[in-house]
Nanobody, 118 residues
Framework: QVQLVESGGGLVQAGGSLSISCAASGTTANINTMGWYRQAPGKQREMVAT??????????RYAGSVKGRFTISRDAGKNTVDLQMNSLKAEDTAIYYC?????????WGQGTQVTVSS
């Protein structure tokens, strides 16, 4: 019912910045949660940031490891969610997965690789 496509991953030097985006298509509800998880080899999948939408109201949440460095935002008109990542560290290297959760279920993107070189 919902398809998610990520873009913007790549290679960045430690201390640098990168922005990744997730575009949602299909039937999206007025009330939903979108955000990003990440998974590095040998590690469990970790919630990075989420943004809850209820009509015109949004609320963002961040993992402690990225709070103050990452900013999640949503463009309702484009139906996209973006993650601005600043002050990147080597430990931020992972595959970043976009997700959407709503009444019909939870949906995942294919993932985009973010690599931070030290």
């Amino acid at each position: 019912q919902v398809q998610l496509v990520e873009s913007g991953g790549g290679l960045v030097q430690a201390g640098g910045s990168l922005s990744i985006s997730c575009a949602a298509s299909g039937t999206t509800a007025n009330i939903n949660t979108m955000g990003w998880y990440r998974q590095a080899p040998g590690k469990q999948r970790e919630m990075v940031a989420t943004i809850v939408t209820s009509g015109t109201i949004t609320d963002a949440r961040y993992a402690g490891s990225v709070k103050g460095r990452f900013t999640i935002s949503r463009d309702a008109g484009k139906n996209t969610v973006d993650l601005q990542m600043n002050s990147l560290k080597a430990e931020d290297t992972a595959i970043y997965y976009c997700y959407l959760m709503q009444w019909s279920g939870t949906y995942w993107g294919q993932g985009t690789q973010v690599t931070v070189s030290s």
